[in-house]
């Protein structure tokens, strides 16, 4: 069946350095993907998304990198900072005929270090 | 702006009860899902309401219902609770007509069965 996953369960970053969080996917007919963070005692957070007619994304500190090739993307968050402490979730997007239903992954968490 | 509102935050029962869950869209949006989230785990689409319909449904047993009022607000209900239905529970708003991945999600509600 279709899935998405995460490589790494935990992400360790230096205050001010770059996080990259990567993400695989099955299903080679997907075609939209989301980032999704979230903190701990809240929803998830929409971050960014990316179409498959594009490869790269970017948005306020963060870039979302899509490898269609290897069915594989990534978020890069620049300077990382302590409020970026979060897990984050890539999702795969709903189909046109059903705009609510995400598939997320299984997420990493992302601890930045002082 | 009134963000997606969701009642209670947490709440304990015991199996075989019957749980019921609340939710009030983001203003301005039509439609609501319902996520289950375990622990350590990323969401997982339970159903979809538009027009008072359930427009989609995710794989979960018919023990897992809803209902969707005029106002747009929302209602999870869970029949004869095993303890694996343990978990946060999720709403996300959207418009239905809207084609977007950026779901508005609220702070869940933590259910916990013994």
């Known amino acids: 069946g279709e899935s998405v996953g995460l490589h790494l369960p935990t992400l360790s970053v230096q205050e001010g350095d770059n996080s990259i969080i990567n993400c695989a996917y099955s299903?080679?007919?997907?075609?939209?993907f989301i980032w999704y963070k979230q903190e701990s005692g809240k929803g998830p957070q929409f971050i960014i998304d990316?179409?498959?007619?594009?490869d790269k994304r970017q948005g306020q500190r963060v870039t979302v990198l899509l490898n269609k090739t290897v069915k594989h993307l990534s978020l890069q968050i620049a300077a990382t900072q302590p409020g970026d402490s979060a897990v984050y979730f890539c999702a795969e997007g709903p189909p046109p005929s059903n705009t609510g239903k995400l598939i997320f992954g299984q997420g990493t968490t992302l601890q930045v270090k002082p | 702006d009134a963000g997606v509102t969701q009642s209670p935050t947490h709440l304990i029962k015991t199996r075989g009860q019957q749980v019921t869950l609340r939710c009030s869209p983001k203003?301005?949006?039509?439609?609501v899902s319902w996520y289950q989230q375990a622990l350590g785990q990323g969401p997982q689409f339970i159903f979809q309401?538009?027009?008072?319909?359930?427009?989609q449904r995710g794989n979960f047993p018919d023990r897992f219902s809803g209902h969707q009022f005029p106002n747009y607000s929302s209602e999870l209900n869970v029949n004869a609770l095993l303890l694996g239905d343990s978990a946060l529970y999720l709403c996300?708003?959207?418009?239905?007509?809207?084609?977007?991945?950026?779901?508005?999600f609220g702070e869940g509600s933590r259910l916990t069965v013994l």
């Open positions: 309401y538009y027009e008072e319909e359930e427009r």
């Open positions: 990316i179409r498959s007619n594009m």
């Open positions: 996300a708003s959207s418009m239905y007509r809207i084609y977007t991945g950026e779901l508005f």
């Open positions: 203003s301005g949006h039509d439609t």
């Open positions: 299903n080679s007919a997907s075609d939209y």
